[in-house]
């Protein structure tokens, strides 16, 4: 069965610092990848996605950026972290249009 | 940008009572999903309804969608107490669009 892995569980970084959030999904191949960003209290906004390796596409500009080094690894970074980059990063994969199953999330905090 | 707009923004209901909530949305879709997420995980999938479907079951959960008025429905009949969560609609709005957009959910307390 497919698994999805994402790391770390919570973190806090002081502003200016640098970002790496990594997910990696087990179990299946060529999936579809996505980052999405929860504010408090809000939805889910999709930061960028990537259909094989080495295909990003940005749904928001940002201060982030993504990569897909592997088939089944999804990062995500910034060289800078602002203040505004809080908040609770989910990593999902796809097999198919009908869903998305997500990893646990990573609680970013920027102070 | 998000595409759909639940409501209530959060609901306390006593155990054994049913849940409603609903999803509005602004453009034509292929289909809409529910998602459920407790307090700081990830979501998971519930149910997935078709635009040429207008009910649809599963277990506890009952999902309509009328697309003439762009809304939907979810309703979770005998909650538990393990009910409690937020509830998210999501809507693709091509057959293979693979990406989701997400609305700001509905916060569900069920008091034991």
């Known amino acids: 069965s497919q698994t999805i892995h994402q790391w770390p569980a919570t973190l806090v970084q002081p502003v200016g610092s640098p970002l790496s959030l990594e997910c990696t999904v087990e179990?299946?191949?060529?999936?579809?990848l996505y980052w999405y960003r929860q504010a408090a209290g809000r939805g889910l906004q999709l930061l960028f996605y990537?259909?094989?390796?080495?295909?990003i596409s940005s749904e928001v500009p940002q201060n982030l950026s993504a990569s897909r080094p592997q088939d089944r690894q999804f990062i995500l970074s910034s060289k800078k972290l602002l203040l505004s980059d809080s908040g609770f990063y989910l990593c999902?994969?796809?097999?198919?249009?009908?869903?998305?199953?997500f990893g646990s999330g990573t609680q970013l905090s920027v102070l | 940008s998000q595409q759909g707009e639940e409501d209530p923004q959060a609901l306390s209901i006593q155990e054994g009572e049913n849940a409603t909530m609903n999803c509005s949305y602004k453009?034509?879709?292929?289909?809409l999903q529910w998602y459920r997420q407790n307090s700081g995980r990830g979501l998971v999938h519930l149910i997935l309804?078709?635009?040429?479907?207008r009910e649809k079951h599963s277990g506890r959960l009952r999902v309509t969608l009328d697309t003439s008025k762009k809304s939907s429905s979810l309703l979770i009949t005998a909650s538990r107490a393990a009910d409690t969560a937020s509830y998210f609609c999501?809507?693709?709005?091509?057959?293979?669009?693979?990406?989701?957009?997400f609305g700001a959910g509905t916060t569900v307390t069920v008091r034991a």
């Open positions: 999902a994969w796809s097999g198919s249009p009908d869903s998305l199953d």
């Open positions: 309804i078709r635009s040429n479907e």
């Open positions: 990537s259909v094989g390796i080495g295909q």
């Open positions: 999501a809507t693709a709005q091509r057959s293979n669009d693979y990406k989701l957009s």
């Open positions: 179990g299946t191949s060529n999936p579809n």
């Open positions: 453009t034509s879709i292929n289909n």
